[in-house]
Protein backbone atom coordinates (compact mmCIF):
# COMPACT_ATOMS: atom_id res chain seq x y z
CA UNK A 1 0.00 0.00 0.00
CA UNK A 2 1.24 3.53 -1.15
CA UNK A 3 1.95 5.74 1.63
CA UNK A 4 -1.23 8.18 2.37
CA UNK A 5 0.84 11.14 3.80
CA UNK A 6 4.57 11.89 2.34
CA UNK A 7 7.02 14.04 4.46
CA UNK A 8 9.98 15.73 2.82
CA UNK A 9 12.62 18.46 4.14
CA UNK A 10 13.63 20.78 1.72
CA UNK A 11 16.26 23.39 4.23
CA UNK A 12 14.37 24.66 7.00
CA UNK A 13 10.98 23.45 5.56
CA UNK A 14 8.66 20.77 5.93
CA UNK A 15 6.67 19.81 3.43
CA UNK A 16 3.35 17.42 4.21
CA UNK A 17 1.90 16.01 0.54
CA UNK A 18 -1.09 14.51 0.83
CA UNK A 19 -0.99 11.20 -1.25
CA UNK A 20 -4.55 9.57 -1.80
CA UNK A 21 -4.70 10.34 -5.95
CA UNK A 22 -7.07 7.40 -6.36
CA UNK A 23 -9.37 9.25 -3.89
CA UNK A 24 -8.63 12.62 -4.74
CA UNK A 25 -6.94 12.92 -1.10
CA UNK A 26 -10.11 12.36 0.76
CA UNK A 27 -8.97 12.82 4.21
CA UNK A 28 -9.71 9.47 5.88
CA UNK A 29 -7.83 8.13 9.46
CA UNK A 30 -4.63 7.23 8.08
CA UNK A 31 -4.08 10.57 6.30
CA UNK A 32 -5.02 12.71 9.36
CA UNK A 33 -3.02 10.70 11.68
CA UNK A 34 -0.07 10.83 8.77
CA UNK A 35 -0.67 14.46 8.83
CA UNK A 36 -0.88 14.74 12.61
CA UNK A 37 2.71 12.37 12.81
CA UNK A 38 4.62 14.70 10.34
CA UNK A 39 3.52 17.90 12.37
CA UNK A 40 4.33 16.16 15.18
CA UNK A 41 8.35 15.60 13.97
CA UNK A 42 8.38 18.77 12.39
CA UNK A 43 7.55 20.93 15.06
CA UNK A 44 10.30 19.07 17.26
CA UNK A 45 12.79 19.59 14.90
CA UNK A 46 14.58 22.73 15.85
CA UNK A 47 15.82 23.24 12.10
CA UNK A 48 12.04 23.34 10.79
CA UNK A 49 10.24 26.87 10.57
CA UNK A 50 7.93 26.55 8.47
CA UNK A 51 5.53 23.98 7.65
CA UNK A 52 3.40 23.72 4.01
CA UNK A 53 0.89 21.42 3.49
CA UNK A 54 0.05 20.34 0.11
CA UNK A 55 -1.78 17.45 -2.41
CA UNK A 56 -1.57 17.32 -5.83
CA UNK A 57 -2.49 19.01 -8.99
CA UNK A 58 -6.43 17.95 -9.08
CA UNK A 59 -7.08 18.16 -5.63
CA UNK A 60 -5.25 19.69 -1.75
CA UNK A 61 -8.37 17.46 -0.94
CA UNK A 62 -11.85 16.59 -1.54
CA UNK A 63 -12.87 16.45 2.09
CA UNK A 64 -13.73 13.54 4.76
CA UNK A 65 -13.90 9.99 3.39
CA UNK A 66 -17.66 9.70 2.43
CA UNK A 67 -17.29 5.61 1.83
CA UNK A 68 -15.66 5.92 5.61
CA UNK A 69 -18.26 7.66 7.71
CA UNK A 70 -20.85 6.85 5.30
CA UNK A 71 -22.50 4.05 7.83
CA UNK A 72 -21.42 5.82 11.43
CA UNK A 73 -23.78 6.11 14.12
CA UNK A 74 -24.29 9.03 16.30
CA UNK A 75 -22.54 7.24 19.18
CA UNK A 76 -19.59 6.27 17.36
CA UNK A 77 -19.72 9.79 15.82
CA UNK A 78 -19.84 11.62 19.34
CA UNK A 79 -17.49 8.55 20.94
CA UNK A 80 -14.89 9.14 18.26
CA UNK A 81 -15.33 12.89 18.66
CA UNK A 82 -15.52 12.88 14.90
CA UNK A 83 -13.88 14.52 13.15
CA UNK A 84 -11.42 16.97 15.04
CA UNK A 85 -9.94 14.40 16.40
CA UNK A 86 -6.20 14.69 15.44
CA UNK A 87 -6.93 17.53 12.62
CA UNK A 88 -6.55 20.08 15.53
CA UNK A 89 -3.15 19.16 15.54
CA UNK A 90 -2.59 22.05 12.67
CA UNK A 91 -4.09 24.34 14.24
CA UNK A 92 -2.05 23.73 17.81
CA UNK A 93 1.27 23.36 16.06
CA UNK A 94 3.33 26.56 17.44
CA UNK A 95 5.57 26.88 13.95
CA UNK A 96 3.31 28.83 10.62
CA UNK A 97 1.80 26.56 8.07
CA UNK A 98 1.00 27.00 5.10
CA UNK A 99 -1.80 25.37 3.01
CA UNK A 100 -0.34 25.06 -1.47
CA UNK A 101 -3.87 24.19 -2.38
CA UNK A 102 -4.53 23.03 -6.06
CA UNK A 103 -7.67 22.16 -7.35
CA UNK A 104 -10.46 21.20 -5.05
CA UNK A 105 -10.35 21.77 -1.70
CA UNK A 106 -14.05 20.93 -0.37
CA UNK A 107 -15.67 20.20 2.39
CA UNK A 108 -13.49 18.80 5.04
CA UNK A 109 -10.41 20.09 2.42
CA UNK A 110 -11.59 23.14 2.74
CA UNK A 111 -11.96 23.10 6.72
CA UNK A 112 -8.03 21.20 6.60
CA UNK A 113 -6.83 24.26 4.64
CA UNK A 114 -8.45 27.30 6.83
CA UNK A 115 -7.00 25.50 10.08
CA UNK A 116 -3.60 26.26 8.39
CA UNK A 117 -2.29 29.85 9.45
CA UNK A 118 -2.51 31.69 5.65
CA UNK A 119 -3.77 29.27 2.06
CA UNK A 120 -1.71 30.23 -1.46
CA UNK A 121 -3.86 29.21 -3.99
CA UNK A 122 -3.09 28.11 -7.70
CA UNK A 123 -5.09 29.67 -10.13
CA UNK A 124 -7.02 26.40 -10.91
CA UNK A 125 -8.14 26.24 -6.89
CA UNK A 126 -11.71 25.61 -6.59
CA UNK A 127 -13.14 25.86 -2.22
CA UNK A 128 -16.13 24.81 -1.15
CA UNK A 129 -18.67 23.09 1.46
CA UNK A 130 -20.72 20.68 -0.27
CA UNK A 131 -21.28 18.70 2.81
CA UNK A 132 -25.18 20.03 2.16
CA UNK A 133 -25.55 17.79 -0.88
CA UNK A 134 -24.90 14.60 1.03
CA UNK A 135 -27.42 15.74 3.84
CA UNK A 136 -24.79 16.66 6.62
CA UNK A 137 -22.98 19.95 7.09
CA UNK A 138 -19.75 20.97 7.42
CA UNK A 139 -18.29 19.30 10.97
CA UNK A 140 -14.35 20.65 11.15
CA UNK A 141 -14.64 24.57 11.26
CA UNK A 142 -17.07 25.44 7.81
CA UNK A 143 -19.49 27.10 9.47
CA UNK A 144 -17.32 28.47 12.03
CA UNK A 145 -13.79 29.45 10.38
CA UNK A 146 -15.61 30.25 6.75
CA UNK A 147 -17.80 33.40 8.35
CA UNK A 148 -14.65 34.73 9.58
CA UNK A 149 -12.86 34.87 6.87
CA UNK A 150 -14.75 35.78 3.95
CA UNK A 151 -17.95 37.15 5.84
CA UNK A 152 -21.25 36.23 6.77
CA UNK A 153 -23.19 36.29 3.18
CA UNK A 154 -20.41 34.33 1.36
CA UNK A 155 -20.14 31.83 4.28
CA UNK A 156 -24.21 31.46 4.05
CA UNK A 157 -23.96 31.16 0.42
CA UNK A 158 -21.31 28.87 0.01
CA UNK A 159 -22.24 26.49 3.06
CA UNK A 160 -26.19 26.72 2.22
CA UNK A 161 -25.84 26.28 -1.76
CA UNK A 162 -22.73 24.11 -1.98
CA UNK A 163 -21.36 26.26 -4.80
CA UNK A 164 -17.91 26.46 -5.16
CA UNK A 165 -15.31 29.82 -5.20
CA UNK A 166 -12.44 30.15 -7.60
CA UNK A 167 -9.44 31.31 -6.66
CA UNK A 168 -9.76 34.75 -7.61
CA UNK A 169 -12.60 35.14 -5.95
CA UNK A 170 -11.12 33.59 -2.75
CA UNK A 171 -8.49 36.15 -3.04
CA UNK A 172 -11.48 39.03 -3.10
CA UNK A 173 -13.04 37.23 -0.39
CA UNK A 174 -9.59 36.87 2.34
CA UNK A 175 -9.90 33.17 1.92
CA UNK A 176 -6.40 33.00 0.37
CA UNK A 177 -3.61 34.73 1.08
CA UNK A 178 -2.02 34.77 -2.76
CA UNK A 179 -3.16 33.32 -6.09
CA UNK A 180 -0.54 31.75 -8.01
CA UNK A 181 -0.10 30.53 -11.31
CA UNK A 182 -0.47 26.63 -10.81
CA UNK A 183 2.39 25.36 -12.53
CA UNK A 184 4.53 28.17 -9.63
CA UNK A 185 2.44 27.08 -6.68
CA UNK A 186 5.09 25.22 -4.52
CA UNK A 187 8.05 27.05 -5.73
CA UNK A 188 6.56 30.02 -4.63
CA UNK A 189 5.15 28.47 -1.59
CA UNK A 190 8.16 27.09 -0.90
CA UNK A 191 10.52 30.46 -1.13
CA UNK A 192 7.58 32.37 0.95
CA UNK A 193 8.10 29.10 3.67
CA UNK A 194 12.15 29.54 3.23
CA UNK A 195 11.67 33.11 3.74
CA UNK A 196 9.76 32.75 6.97
CA UNK A 197 11.77 30.27 8.53
CA UNK A 198 14.95 32.26 8.02
CA UNK A 199 13.92 34.83 10.66
CA UNK A 200 14.18 34.51 14.34
CA UNK A 201 12.16 30.90 15.40
CA UNK A 202 10.71 32.71 18.60
CA UNK A 203 9.67 35.18 16.55
CA UNK A 204 8.00 33.76 13.81
CA UNK A 205 6.05 31.64 17.07
CA UNK A 206 5.41 34.83 18.80
CA UNK A 207 3.87 36.68 15.43
CA UNK A 208 1.59 33.60 15.05
CA UNK A 209 0.29 33.72 18.65
CA UNK A 210 -0.74 37.34 18.33
CA UNK A 211 -2.37 37.30 15.61
CA UNK A 212 -4.15 34.42 16.34
CA UNK A 213 -5.23 36.09 19.56
CA UNK A 214 -6.99 38.66 17.42
CA UNK A 215 -10.13 35.61 16.51
CA UNK A 216 -9.92 35.01 20.10
CA UNK A 217 -9.95 38.10 22.34
CA UNK A 218 -11.53 41.91 22.30
CA UNK A 219 -9.52 44.08 20.77
CA UNK A 220 -7.84 45.68 23.91
CA UNK A 221 -7.16 42.25 25.08
CA UNK A 222 -5.48 41.34 21.98
CA UNK A 223 -3.54 44.50 22.05
CA UNK A 224 -2.79 44.43 24.93
CA UNK A 225 -1.54 40.63 24.47
CA UNK A 226 0.27 41.98 21.31
CA UNK A 227 2.04 44.65 23.67
CA UNK A 228 3.30 42.29 26.16
CA UNK A 229 4.54 39.52 23.86
CA UNK A 230 6.50 42.68 22.41
CA UNK A 231 8.20 43.60 25.49
CA UNK A 232 9.49 39.82 25.77
CA UNK A 233 11.14 40.22 22.49
CA UNK A 234 13.31 42.70 23.95
CA UNK A 235 14.65 39.37 25.90
CA UNK A 236 16.08 37.75 23.04
CA UNK A 237 19.64 37.83 21.59
CA UNK A 238 17.73 37.56 18.42
CA UNK A 239 16.35 40.74 18.91
CA UNK A 240 19.68 42.27 20.06
CA UNK A 241 21.42 40.50 16.69
CA UNK A 242 18.39 41.69 14.16
CA UNK A 243 18.99 45.71 15.45
CA UNK A 244 22.71 45.49 15.74
CA UNK A 245 22.90 44.16 12.15
CA UNK A 246 20.36 46.67 10.73
CA UNK A 247 22.40 49.62 12.46
CA UNK A 248 25.87 47.54 10.95
CA UNK A 249 24.22 47.13 7.80
CA UNK A 250 24.76 43.80 7.49
CA UNK A 251 22.75 40.49 7.36
CA UNK A 252 21.57 39.23 10.66
CA UNK A 253 22.28 35.74 11.60
CA UNK A 254 19.96 34.75 13.90
CA UNK A 255 20.57 31.90 16.10
CA UNK A 256 16.57 31.19 17.80
CA UNK A 257 17.00 32.53 21.03
N1 LIG B 1 -14.61 10.76 -0.22
C1 LIG B 1 -14.34 9.57 -0.80
N2 LIG B 1 -14.01 9.44 -2.10
C2 LIG B 1 -13.99 10.55 -2.86
C3 LIG B 1 -14.26 11.83 -2.31
C4 LIG B 1 -14.58 11.90 -0.92
N3 LIG B 1 -14.82 13.05 -0.31
N4 LIG B 1 -14.16 12.76 -3.29
C5 LIG B 1 -13.82 12.08 -4.42
N5 LIG B 1 -13.72 10.77 -4.15
C6 LIG B 1 -13.37 9.69 -5.09
C7 LIG B 1 -14.54 9.37 -6.00
O1 LIG B 1 -15.46 8.52 -5.36
C8 LIG B 1 -13.82 8.70 -7.17
O2 LIG B 1 -13.51 7.39 -6.80
P1 LIG B 1 -13.73 6.17 -7.87
O3 LIG B 1 -12.82 6.50 -9.02
O4 LIG B 1 -13.30 4.96 -7.09
O5 LIG B 1 -15.16 6.21 -8.26
C9 LIG B 1 -12.51 9.48 -7.23
O6 LIG B 1 -12.35 10.12 -5.97
C10 LIG B 1 -12.51 10.56 -8.31
O7 LIG B 1 -13.63 11.38 -8.09
P2 LIG B 1 -14.71 11.72 -9.24
O8 LIG B 1 -14.79 10.62 -10.23
O9 LIG B 1 -15.97 12.14 -8.58
O10 LIG B 1 -13.96 12.97 -9.92
P3 LIG B 1 -14.62 14.25 -10.61
O11 LIG B 1 -13.48 14.99 -11.23
O12 LIG B 1 -15.77 13.85 -11.48
O13 LIG B 1 -15.22 15.11 -9.39
C11 LIG B 1 -15.22 16.13 -7.19
C12 LIG B 1 -14.37 15.63 -8.40
C13 LIG B 1 -16.03 17.34 -7.61
C14 LIG B 1 -14.21 16.52 -6.12
C15 LIG B 1 -16.15 15.00 -6.73
O14 LIG B 1 -15.38 13.82 -6.52
C16 LIG B 1 -16.88 15.30 -5.43
O15 LIG B 1 -17.86 16.02 -5.45
N6 LIG B 1 -16.39 14.75 -4.30
C17 LIG B 1 -17.06 14.89 -3.01
C18 LIG B 1 -16.87 16.27 -2.43
C19 LIG B 1 -17.61 16.36 -1.10
O16 LIG B 1 -18.80 16.21 -1.02
N7 LIG B 1 -16.85 16.66 -0.04
C20 LIG B 1 -17.39 16.78 1.31
C21 LIG B 1 -17.22 15.49 2.06
S1 LIG B 1 -18.05 15.53 3.63
C22 LIG B 1 -17.00 16.31 4.68
O17 LIG B 1 -15.92 16.72 4.32
C23 LIG B 1 -17.49 16.50 6.11
C24 LIG B 1 -16.73 17.49 6.92
O18 LIG B 1 -17.11 18.59 7.14
C25 LIG B 1 -15.45 17.14 7.52
Redesign the pocket.
Known sequence: MSQVVLTEIHGKVGLIRINRP???N??NNDVVDGIAAAVDAFEADENIGCIVITGNEK?FA???????MKDFDYMHAYKTDF?TRNWERIKTTRKPVIAAVAG?A????C?MAMMCDMIFAADTAKFG???I??G?????G?TQRLPRAIGKAKAMDMCLTARMMDAAEAEKSGLVARVIAAEQLMEETMKAAQTIAGYSLPVIMMIKESVNRAYESSLNEGLLFERRVFHSAFALEDQKEGMAAFVEKRKPAFKNR
Request: aromatic share 6%; hydrophobic share 50%.
Open positions: EAMALAAGADIGFIFLGGGEQPERLTMPGAG
